[in-house]
């Protein structure tokens, strides 16, 4: 026993879910795995080793495509975030792919190709409606002019972002995305520029739009098994019946660490927030806040111990947990805890959780400490 808080992860469904995710992907279109955050909190080393049977890699800052290399990945990898321009150099020698939408970017890097005698690859990227990066229609000539007076700086690819793809019920303003970047494409190409790749789709958009798959599709949340949202869940599975559901990557683990029998009307946890109610047997676990499990959950949330769920009661501590385990008979110090996953017949997913907290399934997972250990499986 090496730790007592860890993660798992699924070899086995990280397959299944990148061969459905390949049915949204035509052939000819390059699948890039979207790793930033830790791999949405799932750990990015363990994860690299899962995905061999992908094109492309896509992480969100200069360090997180430096951690890429150093663990020998040889594949393109695209960074979508902003890298500062004192650090660009470090992005060219490691042959990363930018994306870029400031003329500082370009000055920049221009000085920097001059004095290496380098070249590098960059997307550029448009403003559709999501209102972040990317530049938008009346910038993108003189943007492009700036680019050709750098040729060692070969646009390789034009990249834009949904803001609303995972909700089919308001599809028309993902419609207006593309029809914009098109026109976007259209204005470059026009200047003479012939880029190879576009991309646009998340794993929703890729679901729910044939039409905006383009060259290359940006898969994210699919690859760990979980949907975009339940919308999108629903609408995929109304259209292919046959088709398999994506299957959790991640299982969140702990262990007990004591056992404890309290009188009816003890306090429990800080703020006495929580009060027995009949005498209560009380299992302490070595998980808190610091480790990505939200003080949200406190007084609202389950674990799963021996398939049988056992209620949060307290406040949720910066390293502790406090739970109910007085109709689970049995149980033992050490005693191995579901945070969240699959124990015996019952799950407890990112999406209750997410309900729980009142944010979405992508948080839960990404908020995981990147200091526990992950374990394929």
Known sequence: MSSLVWVELSSSAV???VNILKKFTPKGTLFCAVVKSNAYGHGVRQMVSLLNGVDWFAVNSLEEGLELRELGVKKPILILGYVPLNRLEEAVDASLKLTVYNRETITRLSEILVAKGKKVSVHIKIETGTGRQGLTQETIEPFIE????????????????????????????????IRKFRKAVD??????????????????????????????VRHGIGLYGLWPSKQT???VSLKDPSLPNLEPVLTWK???VQIKNMPEGSFIGYGSTYKTTRPTRLGVLPVGYADGYSRSL?????????????????RVCMNL?????TDIPGVKLEEEVVLLGKSGNERLSAE??????GTINYEIVTKISPFLERRIV
Do not use: C
């Open 352 to 357: 209750t959780m997410a309900g729980w907290v």
């Open 15 to 17: 397959k299944k879910n």
């Open 321 to 325: 947990i406090m739970v109910d385990i």
């Open 146 to 177: 700036q680019l050709r007076q750098s040729p060692a700086i070969e646009i390789e690819g034009i990249s834009s972002h949904f803001a609303n793809a995972e909700d089919p019920i308001n599809i028309e303003y993902s419609y207006e995305q």
């Open 233 to 235: 869940h629903l609408m």
């Open 187 to 216: 204005t470059i190409t026009g200047m003479g520029v012939k880029p190879k790749i576009l991309h646009m789709a998340s794993t929703a958009a890729a679901m729910l739009i044939p039409e905006s798959r383009f060259s290359m």
């Open 298 to 314: 406190s007084n609202s949330a389950y674990v799963l111990i021996r398939g049988k769920r056992a209620p949060v009661i307290g």
């Open 254 to 256: 702990t262990r007990v």
